[in-house]
């Protein structure tokens, strides 16, 4: 085993194993004086040792541990039974010989549930391992210890759970039964057994595959009178024998987690959106338009799952040329979208929408048309529409667009658009009705330079958009992509609404999309935001869309996400919660810190995001340039944006 890593010794230590007193051995390993399955060391007799054989799986790679493994035995000695109840005389005893006979009384005939541990020696410059064991219980049971005894995994969580898990290629945790085991052949979840299992591995995550394949059985009459021991509801073991009798059950009589046709939507919807994503690209690239891919996949999961996405970043890097690349993907035409140019002269929401001429009875619509494209998806709800704030902030967004900002919260049958009082009279309300339903197949896109010349954006329109900055590719990669570029002519249209529905992931409860550890995470950054200003933090509606983010990430033919986890943490926490901080050195020098650009100092949220905690979520790579260039703001101007 190469380049042997203290957590992998911890994993195979973490492995529970069912076995007993080797009694019926005929050759023992040569550490002890007798050839006994209780003796004591041969180096030093007042050490007793005692050898247990494994009777159920062992962790695959204990074998290529390098050490003196013989006879496939786990040595003990009297600190392996420190966890379970021992005779009162025994830890006293200094007699060897009745020392040697408690521990037969013990564990003879026994079922013996134990752990790996790894007793590292250095010989000659090498590493040796000794296959040593602490027992954690012994068991009075009438089991045929020649069989072979399989461990049987359970997921932390409900049925409902699991399958929406399975359905949504989350990684499935099982507790009790590390990547140091064979993946399971079956799982159990509340009162069912899973089979036809095909699991990948991502990132040291398991993930079931073919998802189509995957049946389920509820428990048999007999299932608990197979049960050879339970450790707890996240692991039991049952006889290989038993296992196989279960996977013949499952195959005959199994009925399909998901209905084919179920599962052919959903796995028709993934095909589309990964042939959509191509589309956008061979589009960018025949637009002379370069993007790094995780920019493009960034941009298409916000615009998935928030009704209205800013895009960021200095002047001529194609910011709405990207979305309107994006709406010509999708094969909307003029009447599907449209770009609106701000104009620094917008104070109010009739400047875009319009107005009602009471004189005339008459609903005026602005020039900028958004009126109409609005009634057109109101009236065409099948069909996807994209309206693009080119330049949002050269005016205070919140003036005019504070209709739309009150309306992205909301649920899509209650986004109401008012256009003018209902009591009012109009002679054009055929037309122009006195409120539209702004649906979920309208998107909202704005482009914004930040200089000077522009406004910054209040918080409450920030807790409601993705703000994205794209980076620049850097030329001579820019160049080769564009002379391997391939010409590949699409012709799939998705103007219909039907497409990113489909690609849409929903979940009811979306905080159960983030580990433990990750929600500890971002209770620790919500403390530290909120201490420096008690109307700043990480809000439970923040926690949701950064759950839908993660959720909504595309998979390639392979299964594989296209952004992975760490990183979709790294790039929404940029995303939705570091936009917010910005201020005064009075107040958030201390929060953000100074760089002069070759350090940063004193930052107390670059301390947060370099930390254990944070190690185990993401590198956060991207949030820590963030804070950097933060930092060096206020170093320079005591402000930081």
């Not at 752990?115 to 009438?142: C, G, H, Q, W």
């Not at 049960?227 to 038993?242: P, T």
């Not at 900055?469 to 990669?477: A, G, K």
């Not at 296209?562 to 009075?586: F, V």
């Amino acid at each position: 085993m190469k380049n042997i890593k203290q957590e992998d010794i911890k994993a195979i230590q973490d492995c529970y194993i069912l076995g007993h007193l080797a009694l019926d051995e005929k050759f023992f390993p040569s550490i002890g004086e007798e050839q006994k399955p209780i003796t004591y060391l041969k180096k030093n007799p007042e050490y007793v040792l005692f050898y247990i054989k494994p009777i159920s799986t062992i962790p695959k790679r204990i074998y290529e541990l390098p050490g003196p493994f013989e006879n496939n035995l786990f040595i003990g000695f009297e600190k392996a039974l420190e966890n379970v109840p021992m005779s009162p005389d025994f830890w006293s005893e200094k007699d060897i010989k009745i020392k040697k006979e408690r521990i037969y009384e013990r564990l003879a005939n026994k079922l013996i549930l134990f752990k790996p541990f790894m007793k590292k020696e250095e010989k000659s410059k090498n590493e040796l391992f000794y296959r040593n064991l602490v027992i954690f219980d012994i068991e009075t049971a009438n089991i045929d210890f020649t069989k072979r005894y399989i461990p049987i995994p359970s997921p932390s969580m409900s049925k409902y759970e699991l399958e929406k898990a399975i359905m949504q290629q989350l990684p499935i945790e099982l507790p009790l039964y590390n990547s140091e085991f064979e993946d399971p052949e079956i799982i159990i979840c509340d009162d069912y057994i899973y089979g036809n299992l095909n699991w990948t591995n991502q990132k040291g995550k398991r993930i079931l595959a073919s998802i189509g394949d995957i049946k389920k059985i509820k428990f048999p009459n007999d299932f608990y009178d197979n049960v050879i021991y339970k450790v707890s509801d996240e692991l039991l073991f049952i006889s290989e024998d038993y296992k196989n009798r279960l996977k013949e059950i499952i195959e005959q009589n199994g009925s399909y987690i998901f209905n084919k046709e179920d599962f052919q939507i959903y796995r028709d919807s993934v095909k589309s959106e990964i042939k959509f994503l191509e589309k956008f690209k061979q589009y960018l690239f025949n637009e002379g338009l370069c993007y790094r891919d995780i920019d493009l996949y960034n941009f298409h999961v916000c615009l998935k799952t928030n009704p209205l996405t800013i895009i960021s970043g200095m002047a001529g890097t194609g910011k709405t040329r990207l979305a309107v690349a994006y709406a010509k993907a999708l094969g909307l035409d003029e009447e599907h979208y449209t770009v609106i140019p701000i104009s620094p002269a917008y104070t109010e929401p009739a400047d875009i929408i319009g107005y009602l001429n009471t004189s005339k009875e008459e609903f005026i619509p602005s020039e900028t048309g958004i009126a109409d494209i609005l009634k057109r998806a109101h009236d065409r709800k099948d069909e996807l529409f994209m309206i693009i704030f080119d330049e949002m902030n050269l005016s205070q967004v919140e003036y005019w667009f504070s209709p739309f900002i009150s309306l992205l919260e909301m649920k899509e049958d209650e986004r109401k658009l008012i256009l003018y009082n209902k009591n009012s009279n109009c002679k054009n309300s055929d037309k122009y009705p006195a409120q539209i339903t702004v649906g979920d197949n309208v998107l909202f896109v704005g482009t914004v330079n930040i200089d000077e010349t522009t406004k910054d954006f209040s918080d409450r329109l920030l807790d409601r958009a993705n703000v994205i900055t794209l980076e620049s590719v850097p030329f001579v990669e820019m160049k080769d992509l564009f002379k391997n570029k391939k010409n590949t002519n699409y012709t799939e249209s998705f103007v219909e609404s039907k497409f990113i529905r489909s690609w849409r992931r929903t979940v009811d409860f979306p905080i159960d999309v983030f580990k433990d550890i990750e929600l500890k995470f971002f209770d620790k950054l919500h403390n530290l935001i909120n201490s420096f200003d008690k109307q700043k933090g990480v809000s439970y509606r923040t926690l949701q869309h950064i759950a839908l983010y993660i959720l909504n990430i595309p998979e390639d033919d392979k299964g594989q996400k296209l952004i992975d986890r760490s990183r979709a943490i790294d790039i929404a926490i940029k995303q939705r919660i570091l936009t917010k901080i910005k201020g005064h050195q009075e107040q958030f020098g201390r929060l953000i810190g100074i760089s002069d650009g070759e350090g940063i100092k004193d930052s107390l949220l670059y301390q947060l995001f370099t930390d254990d905690l944070a190690k185990n979520v993401s590198d956060f790579k991207l949030c820590l340039a963030e804070i950097k260039r933060k930092a060096e703001e206020m170093y320079y101007n005591g402000y930081a944006s």
